[in-house]
């Protein structure tokens, strides 16, 4: 579980970095797809990842306004903001965690339960999916993506082989 939160983690601060080449009035152009921009895409990955850690820890879950961070460093600053948190979580994940259950109440009034394990993997594959519409924004752009590639992220430190 950690390992791709990690992964998350590199890829979307390779993205801010990516972002600061790039003229705001480009970051907040809507977009076919995704959450419609490139910032607010950024925004949602950030809020999404932390809305169900919180929901997950029994926390009550409140959805921040875009237009409050509506520019690169102010989305930034949310992360920064809520990192302590979801990385604190990650850092105490058990395999007893997985099967926990989580009961969610759906807009339309109903519950839904799922296990923890499955959530926490949605939030991985939900920043990755949002991730993939940003390198074909970057492409359209005419501008090179961010790799997704997870090797060469230093994520596992290859061990040495035993000496003869």
């Known amino acids: 579980m950690q390992l791709f939160f990690r992964y998350n983690r590199i890829v979307r601060e390779q993205w801010y970095r ?10 907040l152009r809507e977009r076919t797809g995704g959450v419609g921009s490139i910032l607010r895409t950024l925004f949602h ?21 875009f237009e409050d961070y509506a520019s690169l460093e102010k989305v930034r600053e949310l992360d920064r903001l809520f990192r302590p948190d979801v ?5 105490r994940w058990e395999d007893s965690m997985e099967t926990r259950v989580l ?3 759906t807009p339309d009034g109903k519950v839904e339960k799922h296990a923890w394990g499955e959530v926490m993997r949605h939030v991985i594959a939900h ?27 230093g994520l596992i430190e290859p061990a040495e082989p035993p000496r003869s």
């Open 127 to 153: 920043e990755i999916h949002h991730m993939g519409q940003l390198s074909v924004w970057s492409r359209e752009l005419g501008r090179a993506p961010v790799s997704a590639n997870a090797i060469r992220k």
């Open 103 to 105: 009961y969610n109440d």
């Open 87 to 91: 990385e604190d979580f990650v850092s």
């Open 18 to 27: 990516w972002c600061e080449e790039v003229p705001p009035e480009e970051l």
């Open 45 to 65: 990955v950030v809020d999404v990842e932390w809305s169900w850690i919180r929901v997950l820890q029994g926390k009550p879950d409140f959805e921040e306004s």
